[in-house]
């Protein structure tokens, strides 16, 4: 069978508390992160025989990782995808655990952009289209923010009832990461806060767009075989996708500009590698990329979690709270978390790993079917994405 | 017979009062935008001198201001690239006096009667800078215009020219001033403007045997309304029918572009076999006799473009801004990211096609239109298989947008320009607020923000709301 449904295993995984770490280097959230997998899989660090490295611009080459953990001369893999470079390098592990080059990987992302701010699109990583710098350039909020006018216009929503819509997304996220000891904003917070908080970038208000945190999670994979020699209760990998844009939103005149492409292609490629028809029944929890709620709420409908145009309406109906029919981002989503470019990935997959471990203490959900999605996304609606998906299970 | 068969002018949308800039002050002076300067001012008078006539058929291309963005490097060049004009076209700049705007046309005329081309356009523009707080900075106005010359004139034919030179020390600036200088008032006038220009004119109309009482219109250069009143006086004309206004009170004394599009006013009101005198001055004076054709059929006459761009405004709401805007005052450089990178002059230049006349591409399998050009095509993947398409003037709708206050609330969006293809484009010369989905917009080309120079200046299109 091709893929990786059931070859790979996570055993182990580790995640520093999100947060502004003045006092912290990327280095100390790497040894922090990766220790604590270590401790959890209940391994020695020498036992890793290659590792892949995810940071969107905290360290160059593998060396940044090898480096702090002092890793003896193995394999190391830098994946640098923007925002998807977390769930990118798990992915890529799984691959070589999966055809058997290795038997036990180490993926760790982390981030630190408290020390240098963050990165600007279109000036980070120059493309051809970019060099001359003639075009515009623009926060990543100014274009998901583009994304939402043309949403609400195409489906004849006011914009004060789109903002609401939204804001109804904050508060569920900022109400999971009270719950959540590791995020970095423990704090509810009420419709009216979400509302009248300065407006970030029409029509996204400061509530709409996830924090700028430090963080570093890890994760310690093996092939499936092999898993019961460390744990009983590990962490399968059910099916990954991915899927990249180019620049077809801007290229080709007749893009709509209400769905992400890239998501609805990277969800279809893991569903039907974890043999998933019915999404909205068969997961039991997602964490996905809300960036932006915006974000959030067209990932319902390129999820199929629900029908176009109808997330409004499950958002009303409080269908995915963490007490609802499909419980999206239980640990507080990159709303609470911030976005520490490489680390939210594998932060996600680490929220996962607990929920079907039912270790996810005041936020645990009801595992029903055993399966738990996470999904990163890289780019802007405007200049298009990488969208990346993992889907764990049990056995 | 050679002479002028169109014009175009670009007046910013920006006013100022003159309220803020010296108490009691009447009327308003036009501004350039933040990003406008006098080349774009230019490419904008160009292009709408040129509505309707192909770029390919022009000869030559002559700018003229005291104000060019560059010392050295050629604006010309840029006009001539945006207009995808032909690569053996004679371009030129002209500068050193307020007269290079008239010097241009001089040359131009000459070039043409001379056979040597049969179609030339004359840009010219200016965006100078008086001190703040002096009566310079409470006169001037931005501004552009461009005349298209041609052998077989179709709006007016130059009959007599006349020129003088004249040495003197009385509006200069220095290689190293930022503001234009100027001797005593009445010196100024006395023995500079009034003596010169009267020169000039009653030197043209010797040469052409003709009475100043047979011209119906006369375009003076003015530096302050009163002035010229006096002039027109001393010359002997009736300043309430024969001048041209020199419309001080709503735009300014636009410098090289001011008797080129004073004179563009006189032929929005001219009757067919009038004589339009237009004069111009700076170390010496420049004068030409107009006669507006017998069979005046020029589309754009009648469309008063002059009056409507005068009425297209939008105010600033203070003269700090009118400061920030000229780099007037020192604002704190923005901590930008360290990996914000600078302009680069190699892709500038690989790219000159998509950038100056803003070229996409036609899929030949299947007709979509895409920006910026592609090697594979976006919709049906055929490879190198485009033929390249002109998308600066096309006018578009706003597709979506947004603004925030990190980029200082300058809005972005996305647009569909008509007959197909997106581009991704800065919005300019508008309030976020006016803003709505799917609002009729079209191009303007304009100096880019850069979050780091590198010493350049780079230019690029936005998109600005059909106002008119």
């Known amino acids: 069978m091709p893929g990786v449904r059931d070859k790979v295993a996570i055993i182990g995984m580790g995640c520093t508390r999100f947060a502004e770490h003045w006092d912290k280097s990327v280095n100390d959230l790497i040894v922090e992160a990766c220790y604590e997998a270590f401790e959890d899989a209940n391994m020695e660090p020498r036992e890793i025989q290659a590792a892949w490295w995810s940071t969107a611009r905290s360290g160059e080459l593998g060396r940044s990782l090898a480096y702090p953990l002092k890793l003896n001369f193995i394999p190391v893999t830098r994946v640098e995808n923007r925002c998807a470079s977390g769930h990118n390098a798990f992915i890529d592990a799984c691959y070589a655990v999966a055809c058997g080059a290795f038997d036990v990987v180490l993926v760790c992302g982390a981030e630190k952009l408290k020390d240098t701010g963050l990165p600007i699109p279109g000036d980070s990583n ?30 004849g929503i006011p914009v004060d009832e789109g903002r609401r819509i939204l804001a109804k997304i904050a508060v569920k996220n900022h109400y999971n990461g009270s719950l959540n000891p590791k995020a970095q904003f423990q704090r509810k917070i009420t419709l009216e806060e979400a509302l009248n908080a300065p407006i970030v970038a029409w029509p996204l208000g400061l509530y709409d767009c996830c924090g700028v945190s430090d963080g570093a999670a890890a994760a310690i994979i093996v092939r499936a075989d092999l898993a019961k020699k460390y744990r009983d209760d590990y962490v399968l990998v059910k099916g990954v996708g991915m899927s990249t844009g ?150 | 017979m050679v002479g002028v068969s169109s014009y175009g002018v670009h007046i910013p949308v920006w006013r100022i009062k003159r309220e803020l800039l010296g108490k009691g002050l009447p009327g308003e002076r036009a501004v350039a935008g933040k990003d406008e300067d006098s080349l774009t001012m230019a490419v904008a008078a160009a292009l709408d001198c040129l509505e309707g006539v192909n770029g390919g058929s022009i000869d030559g291309i002559f700018f003229a201001s ?86 077989d004139a179709k709006i007016a034919d130059v009959e007599f020219a006349a020129h003088v030179y004249d040495e003197i020390y009385d509006i200069w600036r220095r290689d190293v001033d930022l503001f234009v200088n100027s001797w005593e008032d009445r010196y100024v006038y006395t023995c500079g403007y009034m003596r010169v220009v009267k020169e000039t004119i009653s030197r043209l109309m010797d040469k052409s045997g003709l009475n100043l009482k047979d011209v119906a219109k006369v375009v003076l250069p003015v530096p302050e309304s009163r002035r010229g009143i006096e002039l027109a006086k001393s010359l002997g004309l009736d300043p309430k029918t024969q001048l041209q206004d020199p419309l001080m009170e709503v735009m300014g004394n636009t410098g090289t572009a001011q008797p080129l599009m004073l004179f563009a006013a006189a032929l929005e009101e001219a009757n067919p076999n009038d004589w339009i005198l237009m004069a111009s001055y700076g170390s010496g004076g420049d004068a030409f006799l107009f006669k507006v054709k017998e069979n005046l059929k020029m589309p754009s006459l009648g469309k008063k473009k002059i009056a409507q761009k005068i009425a297209n405004k939008k105010t600033l709401p203070d003269y700090i801004t009118y400061l920030k805007w000229r780099k007037l005052v020192k604002t704190p450089e923005p901590r930008v990211d360290m990996t914000v990178s600078y302009p680069s002059a190699v892709a500038i230049w690989r790219e000159t096609h998509r950038i100056y006349p803003l070229h996409g591409v036609k899929c030949k399998v299947c007709g979509t239109v895409q920006y910026p050009p592609q090697r594979v095509c976006v919709k ?39 007959g197909g293809g997106r581009v991704f484009l800065d919005l300019t010369d508008v309030d976020a607020e006016e803003l709505k989905i799917d609002m009729p917009v079209k191009l303007t080309f304009r100096r880019v923000d850069l979050r780091r120079e590198d010493g350049m200046y780079v230019y690029f299109w936005k998109a600005t709301p059909i106002r008119e």
Request: glycine fraction near 8%; proline fraction near 5%.
């Open chain 1, 126 to 155: 120059p493309t051809d289209l970019y060099t001359s710098r003639v075009d515009p350039r623009f926060m990543p909020v100014t274009s998901f923010a583009q994304l939402a006018l043309r949403y609400f216009h195409y489906y």
């Open chain 2, 380 to 418: 049906c993947q055929s490879k190198d298989n485009f033929e390249e398409v002109r998308l600066c003037d096309k006018k578009g709708r706003l597709f979506s947008y947004s603004f925030d206050p990190i980029r200082e609330n300058t809005p972005v969006g996305l647009i569909n320009l008509e």
């Open chain 2, 66 to 151: 005291t104000t060019p963005p560059f010392y050295e490097k050629s604006v010309s060049a840029t006009i001539a690239a945006v207009l995808d004009a032909r690569r053996e076209v004679f371009t030129a700049d002209f500068s050193g006096s307020l007269r290079a705007g008239t010097t241009a046309l001089k040359v131009a005329l000459e070039m043409v009667r001379a056979g040597s081309a049969d179609r030339i356009l004359v840009a010219a523009a200016d965006c100078r800078l008086g001190a703040p707080g002096t009566p310079l900075e409470q006169t001037f106005g931005d501004g552009a215009a461009a005349l298209l010359v041609e052998r």
């Open chain 1, 246 to 395: 180019f620049y077809h939103g801007q290229v080709q005149d007749d893009w709509s500009l209400t769905h992400i492409e890239e998501n609805f292609r990277a969800a279809r490629m893991a569903y039907a590698e974890a043999g998933i028809t019915n999404p909205r029944k068969e997961l039991d929890l997602a964490i996905v990329h809300d960036c932006f709620t915006i974000h959030e709420l067209v990932i319902y409908e390129d999820f199929g979690f629900s029908p176009r145009g109808k997330a409004k309406e499950d958002v009303d109906a409080g269908a995915f709270e963490l007490k609802g029919e499909l419980p999206v981002n239980t640990d507080g989503g990159l709303k609470s978390f911030g976005h520490p470019v490489g680390a939210s990935g594998l932060r996600m997959m680490y929220e996962v790993y607990k929920q079907l471990q039912g270790k996810a203490g005041p936020r645990q959900v009801n595992i029903r079917n055993q399966l738990g999605l996470t999904h990163t996304c890289g780019g802007t609606p405007i200049d298009s994405q990488t969208a990346a998906v993992v889907i764990l299970g049990l056995r």
